[in-house]
């Protein structure tokens, strides 16, 4: 079994960016035979990015921000199990190893390519209660209230995870949900050593942890942080997932885990009720697709607004010569961040959850559309995001998870889940030992004004009762002559389009191989705040300065997603898997 964890010290690294032509994909070669894609990246990044190398297998492969869950997953691919089942095996374990993003407390996405060539995408998102008005979030004067959304029982919706992963195992698993579920209530009952990587999650909310005594109970050792090598035992989670193992969908949705979920939000002023956990479902869908230089890029549809805005950044800049131009070079930028910034603006301002609104993505994606946004970008200067608009005419907490799998049929699935911020609302129910997720943020609590993760959003995301947010959860499969080539996704609230995306554009135009791909650090764009997010090492001082002379404004970021992907080389058929190393709890193993 190959297994590859990136070592807690990565913060000390610069990230990386491209190799030179040798190692660009075919199509790129021939383009451009001469060109290093890496040449305006700094001196410090490439001599990291040339000692980055994905793991590699040959039947199968799993990558997640876990270690354990990885290894979960993958033993049920050994056994027989398809990428479904590990898929499954793989959430249940997260809610456990993985308490921050994994979750039974919140809902998500999965993407399905078949081996027959069918795609298919599962919609799992979270919905807002039926008591939820529009208004729940403002003042008498109709001001938001500051943590009302993310802080509070009210900001939890309906958690969709539990009937999702139920939903997929039934449709096209081949084990059984106890088979599947098994392992996670062995790590719960039993335990699991913490690693540093986990140890520093747990560390961003000791505060928090410390305001509940049932969450302390658990996630504090007698009042103090945990640290690694430590045990942490989770005996009423394993209860919970041992009430699902038995009853399925039915134990959490009708029977005494909603009853307790239902009686703790009532003795903290929230709106959750019975009938909401009744009424609750879940929806296969079609993925939206698009072609990129010969690929098929397979993503989610709405209620997400990923998948639509990955492919109208990457088909608006398909035009361009971004592997002539290079990584992180002035030009390759300018057009990618105006490509985002446009494409964001239309994401901001026309997509919701179809159930209550119309999502014009055929029009968005129109190649007359397309080329009117193209036509406003200016080639040597920033366009304000203030004369920026809807132009038809008219998030998620940096805390989701992203995991990637494929069996050795080929089956591959990509899935994101989330409870929107760091462990949630930081409340658990009673003894079910699941944090809730604070996912009604991710609606809009006043046209206009910017969410918890800063997206200023129209009234097609308002609050209703029974929808679901819009989300920026992308879960993808990039297709290669019908077949899996790159599967690929991330948390990071609206982070998740940019790093999705720059995982494509690192692969296809600049030649990186997977781990190149997925250390290379990272910009995002999201119309507003009219700022250019970047990771340390992506600029040059004279790329910068020769940015900001155009109009850029940039802010760094420490870290930007944490992309768990998978790549299959199109002439071996050899799986390659590379864990983010923004995330060093995580694996990539195969086998």
């Known amino acids: 079994m190959d297994r590859q964890r990136a070592t807690p010290g990565w913060r000390r690294h610069l990230l990386a960016a491209a190799l030179a032509a040798c190692c660009l994909p075919l199509h790129a070669r021939d383009a451009a035979p001469q060109t290093p894609a890496i040449a305006s990246a700094p ?56 308490p921050c993003c994994g979750n039974i407390g919140g809902g998500g996405f999965m993407t399905i390519h078949f081996k027959d060539g069918r795609n ?39 958690p969709g995870t539990v009937m999702g992963l139920d939903e997929a195992l039934k449709k096209y698993g081949t084990l059984s949900l106890k088979q599947v579920i098994a392992p996670a209530i062995k790590l719960a009952k039993q335990g699991y050593v913490l690693e540093q990587g986990d140890v520093h999650i747990l560390d961003d909310s000791v505060k928090d942890f410390a305001k509940y005594p049932n969450v302390a109970a658990i996630f504090l050792d007698h009042g103090k942080p945990y640290v690694a090598g430590q045990r942490l035992v989770q005996t009423q989670l394993a209860h919970t997932l041992e009430q699902i193992a038995a009853g399925g969908t039915d134990a959490f949705y009708k029977g005494p885990i909603a009853r307790k979920l239902v009686a703790a939000s009532e003795a903290n002023h929230g709106i959750l009720s019975m009938q909401d956990f009744a009424d609750y479902t879940v929806q296969w869908d079609k993925p939206v697709q698009c072609d990129y230089r010969g690929y098929t890029i397979v993503s989610a549809p709405p209620p997400s607004s990923g998948g639509v805005t990955v492919c109208m950044i990457l088909k608006l800049v398909e035009p361009y ?103 949630g609302i930081r409340q658990i129910a009673g003894d079910t030992g699941f944090f809730l997720n604070d996912e009604m943020d991710d609606l809009t609590g006043k046209p206009g004004e910017a969410n918890g993760a800063g997206l200023v959003q129209g009234t097609v995301n308002q609050v209703e009762p029974g929808k679901r947010p819009l989300s920026s959860m992308t879960p993808t499969i990039v297709l290669r002559n019908g077949k899996p080539f ?80 998978i790549m299959v080389d199109p002439k071996t058929g050899l799986l390659e898997g590379a864990n983010d190393p923004r995330r060093p709890a995580g694996l990539a193993a195969g086998y």
């Open 321 to 423: 010569a971004l592997g002539r131009w290079g990584y992180g070079s002035s030009k390759s930028l300018h057009y990618l961040v105006e490509a985002e910034r446009r494409a964001f603006a239309d994401r901001n301002t026309y997509l919701g959850d179809p159930a209550f609104v119309h999502n014009p993505i055929d029009r968005l994606l129109s190649v007359d559309h397309l080329a009117r946004l193209r036509a406003t970008i200016l080639p040597d200067k920033a366009t304000p995001s203030s004369e920026v608009k809807g132009s038809l005419g008219q998030a998620e907490g940096n805390h989701t998870t992203h995991y990637s799998v494929i069996d050795k049929d080929g089956t591959a699935v990509a899935v994101t889940y989330t409870i929107n911020y760091l462990f």
């Open 43 to 98: 001196a410090a990044t490439r001599a990291v990015l040339a000692k980055a190398q994905p793991v590699t297998a040959r039947h199968g492969m799993v990558v997640s921000a876990q270690h354990l869950a990885t290894l979960v997953g993958l033993d049920i691919l050994r056994q027989g199990g398809n990428a479904i089942d590990a898929a499954v095996a793989v959430g249940y374990a997260e809610a456990v190893v993985h």
């Open 486 to 565: 790159l599967i690929t996704g991330s948390p990071g609230s609206a982070t998740i389009i940019s790093t999705t995306m720059e995982s494509i554009v690192n692969v296809v135009d600049y030649g990186m191989n997977l781990q190149q791909a997925i250390d290379a650090p990272r910009m995002h764009h999201q119309w507003y705040p009219d700022v250019v997010y970047v990771e340390p090492g992506l600029l040059t001082p004279q790329t910068r300065k020769s940015l900001e002379s155009m109009g850029y404004t940039f802010r760094t970021r420490h870290s930007i997603g944490a992309d768990e992907a």
């Open 120 to 158: 298919v995408f599962l919609d799992f998102r979270e919905k807002a209660p039926l008591k939820a008005t529009p208004t729940m979030f403002q003042d008498a004067k109709g001001n938001l209230v500051p943590g009302l959304s993310t802080d509070t029982w009210l900001g939890v919706g309906v």
